[in-house]
């Protein structure tokens, strides 16, 4: 079409669709009968699914161009503005005929511009590409050119029928007209003036996903300057017949229920026969019950929902239209029954659906039920010692600006309230709050929101204060929860010094009962004999994360801390090194959970026959408080899960130092007759895992020599990888399973790694000693806490490249993994343990220097396992004794990422000297010489990928002499060797 643009222009249309009948109206024929507003705006707000783009931009109170609200698309030169404006959902399309009038702007600029055009078609959800005067689709489109030839083109089923010359730019605003019949006579009047006299459209058949639209473009700069004009719209109306007279439940758009809906309770429904509803589908009800009352709301109840989740939408309106607020959408396949409440007795419901996917649609009741049902406003008083509420009576949501509250009131004074949630569901920025007292401003016990389920609760008295207020949309279904009265005692208090005690005796912070005290501070101080030490297990553990239970190793809070917790670890075990250990609880005022229960006894310094330990962590020794074990040691510990899943044992230690003849062994089960898993003696062993659930470790000592002994953590860590683990230990093992001779299909595993004692001059290092996936199961590692890191690289493959062993490291003290399989082929998996690395093993400041001599000696591009640094450039300057030596360079690795990370090697001391060769890729290079006493090597990396680097070997060499040549392939001298002329 750009063969009819002579103008280069801008076009601002002034819209303000105000859509209703006209007074002469239109007449429908008699096959066709209903007639129906098409487009309904004043542009403030902008109509249900109007888009608006490029330029275009709304004057909603007025403007430089008109005191009431338009539309404009463009008021200088190179703009483009276009808006679609969709049939409204109460409408059955196809339109068959339609009536449109119109006020438009054009005018204001420098010599006119292209134009502005007014479409019926099958427009896009975006611009028009540089054509936003000539429209888009296989519709009607009518294009009014303002340049230098100016005129009206139809265009129609993407063809130019004519051309009526005609002038439409001018000062003010000026009135159109276009009207066009079911059987395509097509009429366009500018200011009373007719352009277009029954001209007909030949094939005139609008399509049911055809949507009406304006759009103008200016012109671009040419020999004669800019050309551009201001282009508005204003006061649009359009009206129209449709093809279908549309009875309730039928029709080819199977919107079913009807559009008027006025009865106590109905049906409502979308799809297209028994399969699928159609795409490009705009439907609405208006439930307004004839009987209802204003005490009374409409209850909509899906039984059914199957859609394009936040595509195909079902919406809706607390009223009778959609100006009113809305509160709810349904889409997707959420579980059913599914309900929303209105407030009032009347609900304005609307459909859309897209030109995509679809499938099989919605099916809803709705019913008129009492106010009352769904409303909580006021004060409840319950004074008995226990009982059942819920915020609401009726089935589905409760509804919009409630202002509810509970007051409990107990008859014993001197209990407290324990509250527990059973259903809990509010909307998103909807909360209920619970406060510790008997009004809102006493300290609260939380503010609870969303679908997850508080924890249990108490009080720090006989009163507990309860408020949920809503807002006016997508609310959610309310809670229920129960109560009770319980005494006081149960909660932890001050400072408890407890006896020995030779056999396990319990303490907690709430008994196990509910929720710990808000502002709790406990302590515990155990207290053993001369030679005896505390053993203290803690058993249930659950903490909010700003609560924390603290171990001391002494009598006092300024002893060594043993451990520091909070959130939800495992059970774990601790024992002190002397006759003392201190505990502490610490609580705020905001989150109260589940707390601790724990047990405590005494037992010897040093070990002595056989315990057996069922926790998730725990610590053994041989002996505690410092200096050696005991010669004739015989100890045993047998290590048996807590409750959960199945779990391998974890055996870190942290200090080992055995004597000649001395030994601890590790079984894999509870007894000296299942398999031996190690067999530990010296100095500090690497940690074991023991792939059963169980494990005995002893420890013998002879009577001769003695030292410092052992001590170790033990966990429980799981058999296979299931969601996400968080570690923090010094060093562990990173592996996808443990037990069988293959992983699983369809796992997903996820690790954040995060040791202790790591800062930013350390890095995590994994090392594989097996790895062995289907190409389609990777195992990816990230540089830092998240997937949201730089990817350090996706191992999968039979083998992998590199294969096992290899290593990898992060940049920094995190290192994130993710392992995933498909649901087919599986192999034997992969093994990986993880420690702290200094930074410095990868980095290199300023140069290098190294020394040739007569022996080999070996150098790489960084001193740590696993990959090289992003970013790097660095300096490696080999140095031969004298000038009466050369380098020799052997390669014994090389691996870079190709043509990215470069090695140059420069035949002297500085970079101006002669680059010998620049090497890249994975390919080992030759080796070479210098021909002097210096060869400088210069290793620059990318931002990208890291490999594994390079390493070379160096000689000193004497220096080549011509006559050497002699030795070479067609007597030619070695490439790189310096040769010496005799005078």
Same mark, same amino acid.
């Given at each position: 079409?750009?063969?009819?643009?002579?103008?280069?222009?801008?076009?601002?249309?002034?819209?303000?669709?105000?859509?209703?009948?006209?007074?002469?109206?239109?007449?429908?024929?008699?096959?066709?009968?209903?007639?129906?507003?098409?487009?309904?705006?004043?542009?403030?707000?902008?109509?249900?699914?109007?888009?608006?783009?490029?330029?275009?931009?709304?004057?909603?109170?007025?403007?430089?161009?008109?005191?009431?609200?338009?539309?404009?698309?463009?008021?200088?030169?190179?703009?483009?503005?276009?808006?679609?404006?969709?049939?409204?959902?109460?409408?059955?399309?196809?339109?068959?005929?339609?009536?449109?009038?119109?006020?438009?702007?054009?005018?204001?600029?420098?010599?006119?511009?292209?134009?502005?055009?007014?479409?019926?078609?099958?427009?896009?959800?975006?611009?028009?590409?540089?054509?936003?005067?000539?429209?888009?689709?296989?519709?009607?489109?009518?294009?009014?050119?303002?340049?230098?030839?100016?005129?009206?083109?139809?265009?129609?089923?993407?063809?130019?029928?004519?051309?009526?010359?005609?002038?439409?730019?001018?000062?003010?605003?000026?009135?159109?007209?276009?009207?066009?019949?079911?059987?395509?006579?097509?009429?366009?009047?500018?200011?009373?003036?007719?352009?277009?006299?029954?001209?007909?459209?030949?094939?005139?058949?609008?399509?049911?996903?055809?949507?009406?639209?304006?759009?103008?473009?200016?012109?671009?700069?040419?020999?004669?300057?800019?050309?551009?004009?201001?282009?508005?719209?204003?006061?649009?109306?359009?009206?129209?017949?449709?093809?279908?007279?549309?009875?309730?439940?039928?029709?080819?758009?199977?919107?079913?229920?009807?559009?008027?809906?006025?009865?106590?309770?109905?049906?409502?429904?979308?799809?297209?026969?028994?399969?699928?509803?159609?795409?490009?589908?705009?439907?609405?009800?208006?439930?307004?019950?004839?009987?209802?009352?204003?005490?009374?709301?409409?209850?909509?109840?899906?039984?059914?929902?199957?859609?394009?989740?936040?595509?195909?939408?079902?919406?809706?309106?607390?009223?009778?239209?959609?100006?009113?607020?809305?509160?709810?959408?349904?889409?997707?396949?959420?579980?059913?029954?599914?309900?929303?409440?209105?407030?009032?007795?009347?609900?304005?419901?609307?459909?859309?659906?897209?030109?995509?996917?679809?499938?099989?649609?919605?099916?809803?009741?709705?019913?008129?039920?009492?106010?009352?049902?769904?409303?909580?406003?006021?004060?409840?008083?319950?004074?008995?010692?226990?009982?059942?509420?819920?915020?609401?009576?009726?089935?589905?949501?409760?509804?919009?600006?409630?202002?509810?509250?509970?007051?409990?009131?107990?008859?014993?004074?001197?209990?407290?309230?324990?509250?527990?949630?059973?259903?809990?569901?509010?909307?998103?920025?909807?909360?209920?709050?619970?406060?510790?007292?008997?009004?809102?401003?006493?300290?609260?016990?939380?503010?609870?929101?969303?679908?997850?389920?508080?924890?249990?609760?108490?009080?720090?008295?006989?009163?507990?204060?309860?408020?949920?207020?809503?807002?006016?949309?997508?609310?959610?279904?309310?809670?229920?929860?129960?109560?009770?009265?319980?005494p006081s005692t149960i909660y932890c208090s001050g400072v408890s010094a407890l006896p020995a005690a030779q056999t396990p005796a319990s303490f907690s912070s709430n008994s196990g009962i509910g929720s710990y005290k808000a502002n709790s501070n406990c302590t515990w101080l155990f207290q053993a004999n001369a030679t005896g030490t505390v053993f203290v297990v803690i058993r249930t553990f659950v903490l909010d994360s700003s609560d924390v239970f603290r171990i001391y190793d002494g009598a006092s809070f300024t002893a060594p801390l043993r451990g520091n917790y909070s959130g939800t670890p495992y059970s774990f075990g601790t024992q002190s090194s002397g006759p003392s250990m201190?505990?502490?609880?610490?609580?705020?005022?905001?989150?109260?959970?589940?707390?601790?229960?724990?047990?405590?006894?005494?037992?010897?310094?040093?070990?002595?026959?056989?315990?057996?330990?069922?926790?998730?962590?725990?610590?053994?020794?041989?002996?505690?408080?410092?200096?050696?074990?005991?010669?004739?040691?015989?100890?045993?510990?047998?290590?048996?899960?807590?409750?959960?899943?199945?779990?391998?044992?974890?055996?870190?230690?942290?200090?080992?130092?055995?004597?000649?003849?001395?030994?601890?062994?590790?079984?894999?089960?509870?007894?000296?007759?299942?398999?031996?898993?190690?067999?530990?003696?010296?100095?500090?062993?690497?940690?074991?895992?023991?792939?059963?659930?169980?494990?005995?470790?002893?420890?013998?000592?002879?009577?001769?020599?003695?030292?410092?002994?052992?001590?170790?953590?033990?966990?429980?860590?799981?058999?296979?990888?299931?969601?996400?683990?968080?570690?923090?230990?010094?060093?562990?093992?990173?592996?996808?399973?443990?037990?069988?001779?293959?992983?699983?299909?369809?796992?997903?595993?996820?690790? =954040?790694?995060?040791?202790?004692?790591?800062?930013? $001059?350390? %890095? *995590?290092? +994994?090392? &594989? /000693?097996? @790895?062995? #996936? !289907?190409?389609?199961?990777?195992?990816?590692?990230?540089?830092?806490?998240?997937?949201?890191?730089?990817?350090?690289?996706?191992?999968?493959?039979?083998?992998?490249?590199?294969?096992?062993?290899?290593?990898?490291?992060?940049?920094?003290?995190?290192?994130?993994?993710?392992?995933?399989?498909?649901?087919?082929?599986?192999?034997?998996?992969?093994?990986?343990?993880?420690?702290?690395?200094?930074?410095?093993?990868?980095?290199?400041?300023?140069?290098?220097?190294?020394?040739?001599?007569?022996?080999?000696?070996?150098?790489?591009?960084?001193?740590?396992?696993?990959?090289?640094?992003?970013?790097?450039?660095? =300096?490696?300057?080999?140095?031969?004794?004298?000038? $009466?030596? %050369? *380098?020799? +360079?052997? &390669? /014994?690795? @090389?691996? #870079? !990422?190709?043509?990215?990370?470069?090695?140059?090697?420069?035949?002297?001391?500085?970079?101006?000297?002669?680059?010998?060769?620049?090497?890249?890729?994975?390919?080992?290079?030759?080796?070479?010489?210098?021909?002097?006493?210096?060869?400088?090597?210069?290793?620059?990396?990318?931002?990208?990928?890291?490999?594994?680097?390079?390493?070379?070997?160096?000689?000193?060499?004497?220096?080549?002499?011509?006559?050497?040549?002699?030795?070479?392939?067609?007597?030619?001298?070695?490439?790189?060797?310096?040769?010496?002329?005799?005078?």
């Amino acid at each position: 079409m750009s063969g009819v643009r002579n103008h280069h222009d801008c076009l601002l249309i002034l819209v303000s669709l105000l859509l209703y009948r006209t007074a002469d109206g239109i007449v429908c024929p008699a096959s066709h009968p209903r007639e129906f507003v098409l487009v309904n705006t004043s542009f403030s707000p902008l109509p249900f699914l109007t888009q608006k783009y490029g330029s275009t931009r709304v004057y909603a109170a007025g403007g430089p161009l008109s005191a009431t609200p338009y539309l404009q698309f463009t008021d200088g030169p190179r703009m483009t503005g276009n808006v679609r404006l969709p049939v409204p959902p109460t409408v059955p399309t196809p339109v068959a005929s339609f009536t449109a009038t119109f006020e438009a702007y054009v005018f204001g600029g420098y010599g006119g511009a292209d134009g502005f055009g007014f479409f019926f078609s099958d427009l896009p959800s975006s611009s028009y590409a540089g054509d936003e005067e000539l429209g888009s689709g296989a519709g009607l489109r009518l294009s009014f050119l303002t340049g230098t030839s100016p005129s009206l083109q139809i265009i129609y089923n993407q063809q130019l029928l004519q051309v009526f010359p005609h002038t439409f730019r001018g000062p003010g605003w000026a009135n159109y007209t276009v009207d066009i019949t079911t059987n395509g006579i097509l009429n366009v009047q500018h200011n009373g003036a007719s352009v277009v006299t029954n001209y007909l459209i030949v094939g005139w058949n609008p399509l049911y996903t055809w949507v009406f639209g304006f759009g103008a473009r200016c012109g671009v700069i040419n020999d004669a300057g800019y050309y551009w004009d201001n282009h508005a719209i204003r006061n649009v109306n359009i009206v129209g017949c449709t093809n279908y007279t549309v009875p309730r439940g039928s029709g080819p758009w199977f919107c079913g229920g009807g559009m008027q809906m006025t009865g106590p309770s109905d049906t409502l429904f979308a799809q297209y026969q028994a399969s699928q509803y159609n795409p490009n589908m705009l439907c609405s009800w208006s439930i307004e019950p004839l009987q209802a009352a204003d005490n009374q709301v409409v209850v909509v109840t899906f039984s059914a929902v199957a859609t394009e989740a936040n595509i195909d939408v079902v919406r809706f309106y607390d009223g009778p239209n959609a100006t009113y607020p809305l509160i709810g959408t349904v889409s997707g396949t959420p579980s059913v029954p599914l309900s929303i409440v209105s407030t009032g007795p009347r609900v304005y419901v609307t459909w859309y659906s897209d030109g995509t996917l679809q499938s099989t649609g919605f099916q809803a009741q709705y019913y008129l039920l009492p106010a009352s049902d769904y409303n909580c406003t006021g004060l409840r008083v319950l004074t008995n010692a226990s009982g059942t509420f819920r915020d609401h009576a009726g089935n589905g949501p409760y509804i919009s600006n409630l202002d509810c509250r509970w007051l409990i009131s107990l008859p014993v004074p001197t209990d407290v309230v324990l509250l527990n949630f059973t259903s809990f569901s509010t909307g998103t920025g909807e909360y209920v709050y619970v406060y510790d007292g008997d009004n809102v401003l006493v300290p609260a016990l939380g503010a609870f929101s969303g679908t997850t389920l508080p924890s249990v609760m108490s009080s720090a008295g006989p009163t507990t204060y309860l408020r949920l207020t809503s807002g006016i949309n997508q609310h959610g279904q309310g809670f229920t929860v129960s109560y009770s009265s319980v005494p006081s005692t149960i909660y932890c208090s001050g400072v408890s010094a407890l006896p020995a005690a030779q056999t396990p005796a319990s303490f907690s912070s709430n008994s196990g009962i509910g929720s710990y005290k808000a502002n709790s501070n406990c302590t515990w101080l155990f207290q053993a004999n001369a030679t005896g030490t505390v053993f203290v297990v803690i058993r249930t553990f659950v903490l909010d994360s700003s609560d924390v239970f603290r171990i001391y190793d002494g009598a006092s809070f300024t002893a060594p801390l043993r451990g520091n917790y909070s959130g939800t670890p495992y059970s774990f075990g601790t024992q002190s090194s002397g006759p003392s250990m201190l505990v502490s609880f610490i609580s705020d005022v905001a989150i109260q959970r589940a707390g601790f229960t724990g047990t405590y006894e005494f037992v010897p310094r040093y070990c002595s026959g056989q315990r057996t330990i069922t926790v998730n962590s725990a610590t053994i020794t041989s002996n505690s408080g410092g200096g050696e074990y005991l010669p004739d040691s015989l100890c045993g510990w047998v290590l048996q899960q807590a409750a959960g899943p199945s779990t391998n044992v974890w055996i870190d230690f942290t200090r080992f130092v055995l004597a000649a003849g001395d030994v601890v062994q590790i079984y894999s089960g509870t007894t000296t007759s299942t398999p031996l898993v190690a067999n530990l003696t010296g100095r500090y062993p690497a940690p074991v895992l023991v792939n059963t659930a169980s494990a005995l470790v002893r420890f013998s000592s002879d009577s001769v020599f003695q030292d410092v002994g052992f001590e170790a953590a033990v966990t429980n860590v799981p058999y296979v990888c299931s969601g996400y683990r968080y570690m923090t230990e010094a060093r562990g093992y990173l592996y996808e399973h443990a037990i069988g001779s293959s992983y699983a299909n369809n796992m997903a595993c996820q690790w =954040l790694i995060e040791p202790s004692g790591g800062n930013a $001059s350390t %890095v *995590v290092l +994994l090392r &594989f /000693t097996k @790895f062995l #996936t !289907e190409s389609a199961d990777p195992l990816q590692v990230y540089d830092g806490n998240s997937t949201k890191s730089t990817l350090l690289r996706r191992i999968a493959g039979n083998p992998p490249t590199p294969a096992a062993p290899f290593a990898i490291h992060s940049n920094g003290p995190s290192l994130y993994a993710t392992f995933t399989s498909d649901g087919s082929i599986v192999y034997t998996g992969f093994m990986a343990s993880w420690e702290l690395y200094p930074l410095s093993a990868y980095t290199c400041n300023g140069m290098r220097v190294a020394q040739a001599g007569d022996n080999a000696t070996i150098m790489a591009d960084h001193d740590g396992p696993g990959q090289y640094l992003q970013g790097l450039d660095c =300096l490696y300057l080999i140095q031969a004794p004298s000038d $009466s030596k %050369v *380098v020799e +360079l052997s &390669f /014994t690795r @090389f691996y #870079t !990422e190709a043509a990215v990370d470069t090695l140059m090697i420069y035949d002297g001391n500085t970079t101006t000297a002669l680059v010998i060769n620049t090497f890249s890729g994975t390919s080992l290079p030759a080796t070479l010489r210098s021909s002097g006493a210096n060869l400088l090597l210069r290793f620059r990396t990318s931002a990208t990928n890291e490999y594994d680097g390079w390493a070379v070997s160096f000689i000193a060499g004497p220096v080549v002499r011509l006559d050497d040549a002699s030795d070479q392939p067609g007597g030619r001298h070695p490439a790189g060797r310096r040769c010496h002329h005799p005078p």
